[in-house]
């Protein structure tokens, strides 16, 4: 599955970057829409969403608050950061309690990659504060690190383990053939959200080549 990240502000500018696409991640903190605004876009039961709020845009509570709503109202997976800690786990694990919603803790580094021993540690912790998924997005300097992360996938299921950088493309590709539920592309008609990111059009042309 490839989950088209809206990430641009506004909620008209979001729905065209959603355009047509049937999963897709809304990064809350960019978009920045209002409470309503969020309740209708997930209304749209034909797609399925990833709901995330970065840190840094609204006060905590403002922030939890709307992945609780999200959880509630059918999105199919919120994400929080693995920083924000146990006792915030706690609480977006318990508004999944009763819903579809499955929840993602995610580990982001901007610098490097872990040894495989360090990222394994973070996986644990990850699934003992009761994530369903661990995502894992570090960036590579190196193809021994596309290689590190790839290797997460024989720990078992639940994981989404990438590369992030220009060296790090591959590893978003790959991962799909090594067990990943989803991965991340950028919109046709925006910016992606991470370095090293695909537009939907070129992952699908990768596939595609692929399986010809």
Request: aromatic share 6%; net charge negative; charged share 25%.
């Amino acid at each position: 599955m490839l989950y088209v990240c809206l990430s641009a502000e506004g909620m008209d500018n979001a729905l065209r970057q959603l355009g047509d696409e049937k999963c897709a991640e809304l990064r809350v903190d960019l978009v920045r829409p209002s409470m309503d605004e969020m309740k209708g876009l997930l209304a749209k039961k034909d797609v399925s969403y990833i709901v995330t709020c970065r840190p840094g845009v609204f006060d905590e509570e403002t922030s939890l608050g709307y992945l609780m709503t999200a959880a509630r109202l059918g999105a199919d997976y919120i994400d929080i950061e693995i920083e924000r800690g146990a006792e915030v786990a706690a609480r977006m694990k318990s508004a999944c309690d009763g819903t579809k919603c499955k929840l993602i803790i995610s580990y982001h580094n901007f610098d490097c990659t872990p040894s495989r021993d360090e990222l394994r540690s973070i996986i644990a912790e990850c699934r003992g504060r009761g994530a369903d998924i661990v995502k894992i997005a570090c960036k590579v300097n190196a193809p021994a690190d596309n290689a590190a992360l790839l290797s997460l996938y024989g720990d078992g299921d639940g994981i989404v383990a990438f590369g992030m950088g220009e060296i790090g493309k591959i590893s978003r590709l790959a991962s799909l053939g090594c067990g990943a539920r989803f991965t991340y592309v950028a919109s046709d008609n925006g910016e992606g959200t991470a370095p090293g990111q695909l537009t939907v059009s070129q992952m699908r042309r990768c596939i595609e080549g692929l399986a010809s």
